[in-house]
């Protein structure tokens, strides 16, 4: 079996804990087959960027690269983080357009293609991830790298009419051509990315979805939802019970019902109106107040993004009017927290929850509403109450699906969630753990591989 090379910005070095479904998605699959993974250390350092650090744990192998304060703030924070993220999650009021971040990111891809090129065989296979190195087969490429390349957009893929709101998207976009095969979340994303190759790209699309490049040339396409590590989920969640943090929650909500969301704090998570809409739901259903306690788990993330410490700002006075208007003496209807908590942790508190709160504006997946379903007791299980503007939603029809914008709708979805019978509860359940458990974090490694290695999988 050829070597996997894996390439992302956010890499899951052993022992690190930080929120974000790439990285916790590609240690599942990468532990399970071995390979090399290169990205970004984590590390903003003073001197120039480009430092590469090793380190193995089982069969992977990690080479991560330090980046210098310069263009960490021009490729992460400014290209990525503050013109393609907005503009891929269909938010065109916050693309920044700035020049040089554009520059940055190209400057930090050329980085990684320099310092990945070396460690490079004719026979790997090389798996590129994320907006965040779009260019990066291109810039190999030229660097005379001729193995199988694929790239997976964890995000959205929105409309060509959207992308063409970014000056000279063609230059960017049409880097997507150097790829053998590009993967995205959804069959509706995959068909996004046909449509803006033939209106931009001057492509056709044969019958296999396979894009044709005016010059010769092809990319195949296809949608590949991300899973979950189901299984393991169901394990730590059982377990999780006589965790102490798991323990205390319990305890503290002295036999009420819990309500739960866990997001990073960005906008694309939709807060704001999940907040609102909670409120809403105490405001139309009065006899429900003080019996769901609404816990909302956010840590911080790119929390040097100005349009990410606005919206803590923001989050901070909604939940103190919230808890303001509606508390009681004896109860607290929103708690919100902005830690981080580890996964096993997670998965008891999803447990203890009747009703799972997931209602992006728009989300590539969100791995937390398969985590939440998976982390169900198959006795007693809870209730998602999920946004259909997230990827999740194609595979989990049986979730209440909700517009997250229909505030009212929401707040009903809230009172359907936590009254709902039991039998019904279990129908929902187990029709959303049939895609869960079939297609989960392995069999999606193994769909894209199999197709970009052209084997069975
Ligand atoms: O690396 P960060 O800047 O800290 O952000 C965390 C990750 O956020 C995004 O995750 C996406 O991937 C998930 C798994 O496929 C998907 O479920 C979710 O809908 C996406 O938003 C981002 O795309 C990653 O690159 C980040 O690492
Ligand atoms: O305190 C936290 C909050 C979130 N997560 C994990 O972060 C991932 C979030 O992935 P998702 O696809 O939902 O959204 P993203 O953050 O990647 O946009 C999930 O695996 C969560 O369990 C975590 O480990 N600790």
Request: proline letters at 5%; glycine letters at 10%; a neutral charge.
């Amino acid at each position: 079996m050829s070597r996997l090379v894996v390439v992302s910005n956010r890499v899951a070095v052993p022992g690190e804990n930080r929120a974000g479904g790439l990285a916790v998605g590609l240690e599942a699959a990468l532990g399970a087959r071995g390979g090399l993974w290169f990205g970004w250390s984590g590390k903003v350092v003073r001197e120039d960027s480009g430092r590469l650090h090793e380190q193995e744990a089982g069969d992977v192998k990690y080479v991560t690269m330090d980046l210098n304060r310069a263009d960490h703030d021009a490729y992460y924070n400014g290209f990525a983080n503050r013109t393609l993220w907005p503009l891929l999650h269909s938010r065109l009021d916050l693309v920044d357009y700035a020049r040089e971040t554009r520059a940055g990111y190209r400057r930090v891809n050329m980085l990684f293609a320099d310092r990945l090129a070396p460690l490079l065989r004719d026979d790997d296979v090389l798996w590129i991830h994320d907006y965040h190195l779009i260019p990066l087969a291109a810039l190999l490429r030229d660097r005379g790298v001729r193995c199988r390349i694929g790239f997976f957009l964890h995000v959205p893929m929105p409309s060509a009419d959207l992308v063409s709101a970014l000056p000279e998207h063609g230059r960017l976009f049409g880097t997507f051509f150097a790829y053998d095969l590009v993967g995205f979340q959804t069959v509706r994303d995959a068909d996004r990315f046909r449509t803006y190759a033939r209106i931009f790209g001057g492509a056709s699309v044969d019958a296999d979805g396979v894009v044709k490049l005016p010059g010769g040339g092809s990319v195949a396409v296809g949608a590949f939802p991300i899973g979950i590590d189901a299984h393991r989920i169901a394990q730590q969640s059982a377990a999780a019970i006589n965790k102490s943090a798991v323990r205390a929650l319990r305890e503290s909500l002295s036999g009420r019902r819990l309500a739960i969301g866990v997001d990073r704090l960005d906008y694309s998570k939709g807060m704001p109106e999940r907040f609102r809409a909670f409120a809403r739901f105490l405001e139309r259903h009065p006899a429900e107040r003080g019996k769901l306690t609404f816990l909302q788990i956010a840590p911080v993330s790119r929390g040097d993004v100005a349009e990410y410490q606005h919206l803590r700002d923001q989050l901070e006075g909604i939940a103190g009017h919230i808890n303001g208007t509606h508390a009681a003496p004896d109860w607290t209807p929103l708690r919100y927290v902005n830690r981080n908590f580890p996964h096993p942790t997670l998965t008891g508190f999803y447990r203890l929850a009747s009703v799972g709160l997931v209602t992006p504006l728009r989300d590539g997946m969100n791995l937390v509403a398969k985590e939440y379903v998976a982390a169900q007791d198959p006795d007693d299980p809870g209730v998602l109450v999920l946004s259909m503007l997230a990827g999740a939603a194609a595979e989990l029809d049986a979730a209440l699906l909700v517009n997250p914008y229909d505030l009212d709708g929401v707040a009903d979805a809230i009172a359907r969630a936590a009254a709902m019978p039991l039998a019904e509860r279990r129908e929902r359940w187990e029709s959303m753990m049939r895609p869960i458990t079939g297609y989960d974090i392995h069999a999606w490694c193994r769909a894209f591989l199999g197709r970009l290695t052209g084997s069975a999988g």
